[in-house]
């Protein structure tokens, strides 16, 4: 899968048009089937009024709703050795043509190449097209982050071709949203935001913007789902639709059919580039707040409550011994967190925030929402247990950048004393002073040592790799093989299916569900 972002490729471009012709079916001439008996015959399907409610022209709404939206064009200059960071929009190096070898051409665009690679070649000015759309009279735009991201100079045109520069109010990275101003000396025409929580799969929408670079394209299509996750952030919460977005679209508006923005273009799903019907906007719902604070603050804080979670899956749920998959797993609770103060733990699960359920992918996005200082009721899973917790929300640090220098070599052969774990095809040993320093471990890691993973085996299919540290098995701490051996034997006993290994690694701490065989570990 590829998802790219809909910004202007910034390479030269090159376009064929496809005239895509259509005709109305023929009449069918076959004579009419019999009647169908009253008493087998249903009555033809009624449509709720609203659901009926198809135009005949998006023209009078386009209208309205094409001088708000705007051009947004970038200038970055690129200096020798710098990378102009275009990600999947295309790369703004002019490519060599594929001349005959040893012709004249080829020495001379290789020689060309060459000297824009060199240190002393002068800087490129790079430049890029996206969409915006104007949410304030007085010159307040909104667009996309990676749109904006490393400009020297933001240019925007108006629908009648006046040219405005634009200064950067706030940007935020991890929603790709970015809020722009521009001066201008009469007020400018602006589109108010709607309810993203009220659009349904199936209604219609309106996606207008500068499909490469083609200003003021207007195109139509439905909701296709709602709350996507592209993993393209921890937020993630889309709006798909099949209304054709293409590079270029990034930033603009989605429309409903009152006019209201529900969401901004920032994604499509396209193997070649081009839309293939499957693009991806960010709901007004959770844009508007982000946007407010970025006019207003240059900047977003989110509240955070300190934990890593995970999704409950089916396999998690059984060796919890929950009736169904629900919540979000703790996996790991920071040291003097909100949820450390409020005595939440490791293989807690959450399942409600302020009353309403969740799951692991939801519980960002929704702590992220509220307030630094606030108190939340969490109702979570505790070995067996419902139980209520009060919680006060902090805010969200800075994202950290030192990690654990790469991976862990894989050991050669297992440690001296190991355990095989009979069935799930891994052994373990003690943790021991070579472990700690071939490892990196921290002096005072506690837990038991893979030190081997068979190849094929479930160990192996769920990401375990020598080196890692089981730290508990079925929410109970583990410091020796034995340790392990007693909680597997236990497991047992109970008839469990599924158990559950608390395993940490160089990413951290995540749950790992293992289906529990028979025979104990030897």
């Not at 709703?65 to 703004?92: F, I, K, Q, W, Y």
């Not at 139509?220 to 709350?227: D, E, F």
């Amino acid at each position: 899968m590829s998802f790219r972002a809909a910004a202007f490729s910034r390479s030269c471009l090159a376009m064929g048009l496809v005239t895509a012709l259509g005709g109305h079916a023929a009449q069918a001439a076959d004579p009419a089937p019999a009647p169908v008996p009253a008493a087998a015959s249903t009555a033809p399907l009624r449509l709720p009024g609203e659901g009926r409610n198809m135009p005949d022209s998006f023209a009078d709404l386009a209208a309205k709703l094409l001088p708000a939206v705007v051009n947004v064009s970038t200038t970055e200059m690129v200096r020798p050795g710098e990378d102009d960071d275009d990600g999947d929009d295309g790369d703004s190096t002019p490519q060599v043509p594929n001349f005959p070898e040893g012709s004249p051409f080829e020495k001379f665009f290789h020689d060309f190449m060459n000297r824009q690679d060199t240190p002393n070649a002068p800087p490129r000015k790079m430049q890029a097209l996206g969409s915006g759309f104007i949410i304030d009279p007085s010159g307040v735009i909104v667009t996309n982050n990676h749109v904006v991201r490393h400009a020297d100079q933001i240019t925007i045109t108006l629908q009648d071709n006046t040219v405005l520069k634009a200064r950067l109010l706030g940007h935020d990275d991890r929603t790709d949203l970015a809020v722009l101003k521009v001066d201008s000396p009469k007020p400018l025409p602006a589109v108010p935001f709607g309810d993203s929580d009220h659009a349904r799969v199936g209604d219609w929408v309106l996606a207008i913007g500068n499909p490469f670079g083609l200003s003021g394209t207007v195109t139509a299509g439905i909701v296709s789902s709602r709350g996507r996750n592209i993993e393209q952030g921890p937020y993630d919460d889309f709006i798909q639709t099949d209304a054709p977005i293409n590079k270029g679209n990034s930033g603009g508006p989605l429309f409903n059919l009152n006019g209201e923005v529900i969401g901004i273009n920032t994604a499509i799903f396209s193997p070649s580039g081009g839309s293939i019907g499957i693009g991806f906007s960010i709901p007004s719902a959770e844009a508007q707040g982000i946007i407010d604070q970025l006019r207003h603050h240059g900047r977003v804080t989110r509240g955070w409550i300190g934990v890593r979670i995970q999704d409950v899956t089916q396999e998690i749920a059984d060796g919890l011994g929950l009736k169904s998959p629900h919540g979000a797993l703790i996996a790991g609770v920071e040291p003097k967190g909100p949820a450390a103060v409020a005595h939440l733990q490791t293989g807690d699960v959450i399942q409600s925030l302020n009353g309403k359920d969740i799951d692991g992918r939801a519980l960002p996005r929704l702590v992220a929402e509220l307030a630094g200082g606030s108190v939340a009721h969490l109702g979570i899973w505790r070995k067996g247990q419902q139980m209520n917790v009060a919680i006060t929300i902090g805010a969200l640090p800075e994202e950290k950048t030192d990690k654990a220098d790469g991976a862990a070599a894989p050991a050669k052969k297992p440690a001296q004393g190991s355990m095989a774990i009979t069935g799930m095809g891994f052994t373990v040993g003690e943790i021991d002073d070579i472990a700690r320093q071939k490892y990196n471990m921290a002096e005072g890691q506690k837990g038991v040592l893979v030190t081997g993973v068979t190849d094929d085996s479930p160990a192996a299919e769920r990401g375990l790799r020598p080196g890692d540290v089981v730290t508990e098995v079925q929410q109970s701490a583990v410091n020796t093989p034995a340790d392990l051996r007693r909680q597997l034997d236990a497991a047992r006993a109970q008839h469990r299916k599924t158990v559950l290994f608390l395993v940490q690694n160089s990413d951290g701490l995540r749950w790992v569900p293992f289906p529990l065989p028979d025979g104990g570990g030897h």
